[in-house]
């Protein structure tokens, strides 16, 4: 499919440009690597807390660099997310609406400002809602789709050997890579290295493998021991994934690239196994969907003398990933965008305390206002409201509303400010004309409304 060419210009993009957040710095030229996992839940990494021993590589990354304890996604599905990571834009502010939007040309990505400040681009993606079709190669010189092969492929190790082929192409140049890693999506598939036990006496209905379109419907009829099953399928596929990055990792440091490069590891949202009664993701705010891991190494020789936390419990925004990486990099950060950097002039971690958002359009519209230690929720399809006080391993576990009125209302009028603010801001959707075959294809994986009313 030819990319769409809209002609809608959004007047808000690039009102000019200004220093960087960490203060004037030379360009240093030093590669950026950006991981994404997609689906991958905080809770189920070994260096967050979890008990299975799922992520040995990311935890020696996190171990060299440091890891943000409350990392928050701006959306629970993938196009509205990345684009947002991509952009420092809310989804709605991008015009990510439906499964069928697309980002616009008009947008300004961060491959594209590195592009054009020197730096070789190339991203290695594994999903079709972050692919070219989508519109997300802007600013890419090299965009690999070669693994974009569906929910029942296995793909990570294809996308490691498609990135380091990157890597070596660039020939010592500085370069951006994107790597994007799906399979932790569902279907979710036993590794036979990965076991974790297994349930030697499971003889419920769930099989590694098994469709997500025969997975939701049971949903309602499954117990404590098939969500079991559930999630220790899940869990070989993150270990599964873990060792692909590792290989990556490795691969850089045998190329003597890994020490002075920028990288960057997260998700772009999580899943839920039944935490407040759901299957899967994109419909609702709650933590298990929007609270993602963040690991971040800088280069050796950027600001050696600064000293780091290990860990910043600090909330913060995906979107902050952005200015960061330009920060780092040296590049201007653009005008007009909502992520601020976390570094501080000297180097330092210094996160910008202040209220973030995370939306959906599905289930009749969710969105999250995260201040102050508190997140509200309001579901715009009943008008009800939700508050819970945040903590780096609370899961939205006890509605405060009633208890809370105060700070329910505080929090609920400047959620609603922000939606008219960003309503008024919002551009256009670009819409992809998707045939029917690919309608039903996303309707089978409960994609394309197929689930919008359900929880």
């Given at each position: ?27 240093a ?154 399979d ?8 036979p ?37 559930i ?63 963040l ?37 201007a ?13 000297d ?26 230690g ?47 603010e ?20 996303l ?13």
């Amino acid at each position: 499919m030819p990319r769409l060419r809209p002609s809608l210009v959004w007047s808000g993009l690039l009102l000019g440009v200004v220093a960087c957040a960490g203060g004037e710095r030379a360009p240093a030229r030093r590669s950026v690597v950006l991981i994404v996992v997609d689906t991958l839940r905080r809770d189920h990494l070994s260096c967050y807390g979890y008990p299975r021993a799922t992520s040995p590589n990311v935890d020696r990354l996190a171990a060299a660099g440091t890891r943000f304890d409350q990392a928050v996604s701006q959306a629970p599905w993938t196009t509205p997310s990345i684009g947002s990571l991509l952009t420092s834009r809310y989804p709605t502010e991008i015009g990510i609406r439906t499964e069928r939007s697309a980002l616009s040309d008009e947008l300004s990505l961060l491959p594209e400002l590195l592009r054009d400040a020197g730096w070789r681009t190339g991203a290695v993606v594994s999903h079709t809602f972050c692919s070219s079709q989508w519109n997300f190669d802007q600013g890419f010189e090299s965009f690999d789709e070669s693994n974009v092969l569906g929910h029942q492929a296995v793909t990570s190790p294809g996308v490691t050997a498609r990135a380091l082929e990157f890597v070596d192409a660039a020939a010592g140049e500085p370069f951006f890579l994107w790597a994007h890693y799906f399979d932790p999506h569902f279907a979710y598939v036993e590794h036979p290295e990965y076991p974790f036990g297994g349930r030697g006496d499971y003889d419920g209905p769930i099989a590694s493998g098994m469709p997500f379109a025969e997975l939701f419907p049971m949903r309602k009829d499954l117990g404590a021991d098939d969500a079991d099953e559930i999630r220790r399928l899940y869990d070989s596929e993150v270990a599964y994934t873990d060792r692909a990055i590792g290989d990556l990792l490795d691969g850089l440091r045998e190329r003597g690239l890994f020490d002075d490069a920028l990288i960057v590891f997260t998700a772009d949202h999580g899943e839920e196994f039944f935490d407040h009664g759901g299957l899967g993701h994109a419909r609702q705010v709650y933590q298990e969907l929007v609270h993602v891991p963040l690991i971040v190494k800088l280069p050796s020789s950027f600001a050696a003398g600064a000293s780091r936390a290990a860990a910043v419990e600090t909330p913060v925004p995906l979107l902050d990933v952005f200015p960061t990486v330009l920060d780092v990099a040296g590049v201007a950060v653009p005008q007009g965008i909502e992520g601020r950097s976390l570094l501080a002039a000297d180097g330092s971690w210094r996160p910008v305390a202040r209220p973030f958002f995370s939306e959906t359009s599905r289930a009749g519209g969710v969105r999250a206002i995260v201040d102050g230690g508190w997140k509200l929720i309001e579901k715009a399809r009943d008008g009800t409201v939700e508050l819970y006080r945040l903590a780096p391993d609370s899961r939205d576990a006890e509605d405060l509303a009633a208890s809370e009125p105060q700070r329910a209302a505080e929090l609920g009028a400047a959620l609603q400010h922000w939606t008219a603010e960003v309503g008024e801001r919002a551009p256009g959707s670009v819409e992809l004309d998707l045939d029917a075959a690919e309608l039903e294809r996303l309707r089978s994986l409960g994609y394309a409304g197929a689930d919008d009313g359900d929880s």
